[in-house]
């Protein structure tokens, strides 16, 4: 069992930059793939980026890269997303995610936070 909290988002304007975090408790995130999909309203749920078991593979959605990095550090158990050079839509609720396997479909993932918003305004 793994407990994933979110946190970090807030209103933003656009160009600016964020972390977004998310503390694991429970068992050791370097145990597991992990991952951060975004969720705007109305939309669905989609992968943002995602860090495989053993960091081997890493994997960002075309409408991020160059712009977000996810990491994760083992010493905290804790799981980072670095968004820079934000924009208008990017704005959604952000999820962390954690399972055995690297997926891009949610309903793959079987630990999930609460989500926190982050708002960019133009």
């Known amino acids: 069992q793994v407990l994933l909290v979110e946190s970090g988002g807030r209103v933003v304007q656009a160009g600016d930059s964020l972390r977004l975090s998310c503390a694991a408790s429970?068992?050791?995130?370097?145990?597991?793939?992990v991952g951060w999909f975004r969720q705007a309203p109305g939309r669905e749920r989609t992968l943002v980026a995602a860090?495989?078991?053993?960091?081997?593979?890493?994997q960002y959605a075309d409408s991020v890269k160059g712009r977000f990095t996810i990491s994760r550090d083992n010493d905290e158990n804790m799981l980072h997303l670095q968004m820079n050079d934000l924009k208008p839509e990017d704005t959604a609720e952000y999820f962390c995610?954690?399972?055995?396997?690297?997926?891009?479909?949610?309903?793959?993932?079987?630990?999930w936070g609460q989500g926190t918003q982050v708002t960019v305004s133009s």
């Open positions: 995610a954690a399972d055995t396997y690297l997926s891009e479909f949610p309903e793959r993932w079987h630990y």
């Open positions: 860090l495989s078991w053993g960091d081997r593979t890493i």
């Open positions: 429970g068992r050791t995130l370097s145990s597991y793939s």
